[in-house]
């Protein structure tokens, strides 16, 4: 019998990021960096400007911060216990928006959190390759988890079967995140989250739409 398959985000669902991207940019660029929404370059400002930084600008410092500063992030709470549960009896993938180069030290970082499993790295909406791993696992019930609400649309899209959970789990952004429309169920903590999963591999039934 085919396994259930779970995918999952990373940043802000298995290990904290804005809140020790938000550090560096204090202590290395002498930016201001306010948490609370996914517009993340209107939340950045260079210190004693009130201009927030251009979205060009805000990639480039993202791509300063990963690889490079990775080492500063932290275990979200009850990720790794609700991972380690759920694989006993589910596959799992990591779906990771990180550019390809970045793809060993995720797997290094996540192995240095006691979690290890696949992880892939991608760029762009991730219904295309939720679609894909779907396939490739054989079409088994399939749980995906993120953060950001166009990803959740993306799937929804591309793979309408998959159950789409949303998850935010930074508290300082959660509130300034809605629940996004397409997604089945919004849950911000991993202890609810893994009942959540498992109820949904126990009916082994699809979703619909």
């Known amino acids: 019998m085919t396994r259930p398959l779970l995918i999952s985000d990373c940043d802000e669902v298995l290990l904290h990021m804005v809140r020790h991207f938000a550090v560096w940019l204090d202590e290395a660029h002498e930016i201001d960096f306010t948490i609370g929404s996914w517009e993340l370059a209107k939340s950045m400002k260079r210190r004693g400007s009130d201009e927030p930084l251009t979205r060009e600008e805000m990639f480039g410092y993202l791509g300063g911060f990963f690889p490079h500063e990775m080492h500063r992030q932290t275990l979200v709470p009850h990720a790794r216990a609700a991972l380690s549960a759920l694989a006993e009896r589910a596959d799992i993938v990591i779906l990771t928006n990180l550019e390809d180069h970045c793809r060993t030290h995720r797997i290094d970082q996540l192995a240095g959190h006691g979690i290890a499993h696949r992880v892939e790295c991608n760029q762009g909406g991730k219904g295309a390759p939720v679609a894909r791993l779907v396939a490739e696992y054989g ?21 309408p079967d998959v159950w789409r959970l949303h998850m935010v789990a930074e508290p300082e952004l959660s509130p300034g995140v809605p629940p996004s429309p397409h997604a089945h169920a919004r849950i911000d903590d991993w202890q609810d989250a893994q009942a959540w999963i498992a109820a949904r591999f126990d009916a082994g039934i699809a979703a619909e739409g």
């Open 139 to 159: 079409h088994p019930v399939t749980v995906f988890v993120d953060d950001l609400p166009h990803h959740h649309e993306s799937v929804a899209r591309a793979a």
